[in-house]
C-alpha cells in the first residue's frame, strides 16, 4: 500500500483568528464613520430645509399668499423660539407700524388657514437665536417679509436687528450647523 502524503496548504487556527479580528476591526470603523457622516448629512438637510421654509415665507410675502381669504397686512413671517422642537411660519394679520409686523400672535399661526408648523427631527433643536453686531443671543425673535419688496424684518422683542444667526445643534453627535438672515432676505447656510 502506498501512502500518500497530502501537502495542502491551509491557515492554522491563529491565522484565522487573527484574520477575522482584522475584518472585525475594519467593518466596526465603516460602521462608526458611516454613522457619523449620516447623522452630518442629517443635520444639514434640517438646515437646508429650515433655509427653504424661510424662503418660503418670504415668497408667500412676495406672491401676496393669501391667510384664511385675506391679504395678510404685515406679510408673512416665522417665529423661532430657543429649546423648542418646532418653529411657525405665520401670516401677520397686523397692518405694517411701530410693532405691527414684527409681533407674532397665535391667532396667526392657524394651520386651517395656511399657516404652518414645522416640527424638527427628535435628535435636533434650535440652540441659539442671534443677532446685532456682536451677536447678543435671545430665546425668541420673529422673521417677517413685509411686501412687496418685500422688507426683511427681524425682531427679537425689543427693536429690529440687521443680522439673524440661527444654530441647530444635533444632540446624539453634538455637531452644529448656522443659518444667517440678513436685512436683505439673504438666507444661507454659512458652516
Known amino acids: 500500500m502506498r501512502k500518500f502524503k497530502a501537502n495542502l496548504a491551509a491557515f492554522t487556527l491563529i491565522e484565522m483568528v487573527v484574520s477575522?479580528?482584522?475584518?472585525?476591526?475594519?467593518?466596526?470603523?465603516?460602521?462608526?464613520?458611516?454613522?457619523s457622516a449620516n447623522s452630518r448629512s442629517d443635520l444639514t438637510m434640517n438646515a437646508q430645509s429650515l433655509v427653504a421654509d424661510l424662503h418660503l415665507a418670504q415668497n408667500n410675502?412676495?406672491?401676496?399668499?393669501?391667510?384664511?381669504?385675506?391679504?395678510?397686512?404685515?406679510?408673512?413671517?416665522?417665529?423661532?423660539?430657543?429649546?423648542?422642537?418646532?418653529?411657525?411660519i405665520f401670516a401677520?394679520?397686523?397692518?405694517?407700524?411701530?410693532f405691527g409686523y414684527m409681533v407674532y400672535n397665535s391667532g396667526e399661526g392657524d394651520i386651517t388657514y395656511g399657516?404652518?408648523?414645522?416640527?424638527?427631527p427628535p435628535n435636533t433643536e434650535i440652540t441659539s437665536l442671534a443677532v446685532g453686531s456682536p451677536?447678543?443671543?435671545?430665546?425668541q425673535i420673529n422673521v417677517t417679509f413685509?411686501?412687496?419688496?418685500?422688507?426683511?424684518?427681524?425682531?427679537?422683542g425689543t427693536a429690529t436687528s440687521t443680522n439673524l444667526e440661527i444654530t441647530l445643534k444635533d444632540n446624539d453627535t453634538q455637531a452644529t450647523k448656522t443659518i444667517r438672515v440678513n436685512f436683505l432676505g439673504l438666507i444661507e447656510v454659512v458652516d
Not at 451677536?135 to 430665546?139: G, R, S
Open 20 to 35: 477575522i479580528s482584522i475584518i472585525t476591526t475594519i467593518t466596526a470603523l465603516f460602521i462608526a464613520n458611516y454613522r
Open 61 to 88: 410675502s412676495l406672491g401676496l399668499a393669501k391667510y384664511n381669504n385675506s391679504l395678510p397686512g404685515g406679510g408673512w413671517g416665522i417665529s423661532f423660539d430657543v429649546n423648542q422642537s418646532f418653529y411657525t
Open 92 to 98: 401677520d394679520l397686523n397692518d405694517p407700524g411701530t
Open 115 to 120: 399657516a404652518r408648523v414645522i416640527d424638527l
Open 135 to 139: 451677536l447678543v443671543e435671545y430665546d
Open 146 to 156: 413685509l411686501p412687496p419688496d418685500p422688507q426683511t424684518n427681524i425682531y427679537n
